[in-house]
């Protein structure tokens, strides 16, 4: 077929084929069915094949005609889904993150003016949101149907890795590791905190948030050589941003994540009390729907988080 493509006469194809029937196409594109066939008709002459059967009581798509079919149904609803993207005009440049609040305050936002400067042209959207979070990897709390139904670009989880129908990445591996505040382990403090048998004199403060995955006293102390033990004290909270404010403070001793208390240790505020750290098998994830990355604000972010995540290692934040 020379010269332009016939699009509307393609796309007249395209709904009589879904109906097979001149009548209900031409409801549906606001013409009459009169119109409608001269169109078929036209576009018949130009290909030199038949697309449809005209049988009494409605069409049948000749052998032609079902071959062309599926591929102009994709194309038509690629051309949809352009003609969208278009319409949201700069809302498109808007990038919604998905995390868990305490991710996002101790570890996603000390870093994330670095993000901004190198990438103004992309407003960032960022829900803390601990309601659904990883609490049985035998029933996923995210999957592709989830991410569509908010409007998510990006997911970042601590959890087992399984999102049914996403694509997932691992961010990084995390280990454990108890923390206080430097005010404890003066020398005039009080109570000793030099070896793991001293934390029974000492409160323990407890992380209870439901997620699965989540470092327990018990499990640290077992490996120390204390299984059994207890603290005579301990101080319980429901979200891991409340205990780590208590451990500076001077509360207590906390058992968290290294890569959330990072930030406040840089500052000075948290102390590792032992050179003791205990691996967690969970770990963090970017999850994301198929082909997001094609996304270039996507992309760019991911590249970003994984340079952030390499730097870590080795350099404070700033």
Known sequence: MAGPLPL???????????????SKAADDLHVTPAAVSQQIRSLE?????QLFHRL?????????????????QTGFENIQQAVERMKAGSASSELNIWTAPSFASKWLMPRMHRF???????????????????????APSLSAETLKAHNIDIAIRFGS????????????????IPLC???LLRADAGLPLRKPADLCQHTLLHDESPYEGRPHWASWFGLAGLAGEVAKHN???????????AAISGQGVVLTLEQLAQHDMNKGLLVPVFDRSMEVSHAYHLVTLPNASEDHRVSAFIRWLFEECHASINSPVL
């Open 116 to 138: 901004i400067e190198s990438n103004s042209s992309v407003d960032l959207r960022i829900s803390g949101s601990a309601a659904l979070i990883d609490s049985n990897s035998t």
């Open 235 to 245: 101080l319980y909270f429901n979200s891991v941003s409340l205990a780590l404010s």
């Open 8 to 22: 509307n006469a393609l796309n007249a194809f395209v709904v009589a084929a879904r109906h097979l029937s001149f």
């Open 161 to 176: 890795g399984n999102y049914p129908g996403c694509e997932v990445r691992r961010l990084m591996d995390v280990v454990a």
């Open 45 to 49: 002459e130009s290909l030199g094949v």
């Open 56 to 72: 009494n009581r409605g069409l049948a798509l000749t052998d032609a005609g079902q071959a062309g079919l599926a591929g102009l």
């Open 181 to 183: 505040s430097p005010e």
